[in-house]
């Protein structure tokens, strides 16, 4: 309960402050693919125009990037699918740390890959201090940070997923490093749930429902599919993930917004539901 008062206060703080049209509300969004599909940020940016236009939103987001990567990897060449990097060195800065240090952001919404929170000691020394670091960098003290809380992928049962040690830090004696076996979408849904929740606790963010929503989707609404790929959202999933950050942002309801971008009426108003 105090978990959730706390999500609630922090919540309305946002909306308070963008009630005041002449202040800008500067939102970045800090992640990969699962992000930028579909153009969701844009997607969010057209849904808050229509009700608070002062809320202004960016997106610092490469293929493939982990939020470690994100600090830690100078882009070296990109195409439309995908990017090449190599490890900064001590004097450079990466765009995502220029981005951050680009405005005094009033929420920075981070997402990394699903299996980066999966496997515990990825989560612990690599995704949680990414996230310190990221906080770090940001020169708004009242910054409120949100984490995206992301769904599960489309695989077959029984699945485990794997690191080798070097990957996440070499001291780690064993040769690997794993999450635990999962049974059933079920199952590994409430993994993620479970780890991010973690990643929320330890770093004092608020976490999305977004990984919620999907599963809800796809058990009460199988008619629509939310994914382009293995893990991807198509234009049904990114537009669910807009509502949820719509109504995080703003504390409005998503089914109340006129904008259905290119979805057909029906099926938008079944996302603009699910999302709340």
């Not at 929740?197 to 199988?222: C, M, R, W, Y």
Request: a negative charge; proline letters at 3%; aromatic letters at 8%.
């Amino acid at each position: 309960m105090k978990n959730i008062l706390l999500i609630v206060a922090i919540l309305n703080t946002i909306y308070c402050k963008s009630q005041k049209k002449s202040d800008e509300i500067n939102v970045l969004f800090i992640g990969n693919s699962l992000t930028y599909f579909h153009d969701m940020p844009q997607t969010v940016q057209k849904m808050v125009n229509e009700t608070d236009p002062n809320i202004k939103i960016e997106q610092s987001t490469f293929p493939g990037q982990s939020l470690s990567g994100h600090l830690s990897e100078i882009i070296t060449s990109r195409t439309e699918n995908g990017i090449n990097t190599r490890k900064k060195e001590v004097g450079e800065i990466t765009e995502t740390e220029k981005k951050i240090k680009e405005k005094k952001w009033d929420v920075i919404i981070l997402q990394t890959g699903t299996v980066d929170i999966l496997i515990p000691e990825n989560r612990e020394l690599k995704v949680n201090k990414a996230i310190d670091d990221i906080k770090n960098l940001a020169s708004n003290p009242e910054c409120k940070f949100i984490f995206f809380n992301a769904w599960a992928s489309k695989s077959e049962y029984p699945q485990q997923y794997c690191y080798p040690n070097y990957f996440i830090d070499e001291s780690i004696k064993k040769d690997k490093c794993c999450s635990t076996v999962f049974k059933s979408l079920e199952d590994e849904m409430k993994a993620i749930n479970e780890s991010s929740q973690l990643v929320a606790k330890e770093n004092n963010l608020i976490k999305s429902d977004n990984g919620t929503k999907f599963f809800e989707v796809l058990t009460k609404h199988p008619e629509i599919e939310l994914y382009e790929d293995e893990i991807h959202p198509n234009k049904y999933g990114s537009f669910l993930n807009a509502c949820v950050f719509y109504q995080i942002l703003t504390g409005k309801k998503a089914s109340n917004l006129k904008y259905n971008g290119d979805i057909d009426i029906k099926t938008a108003e079944i996302l603009k539901r699910a999302a709340e």
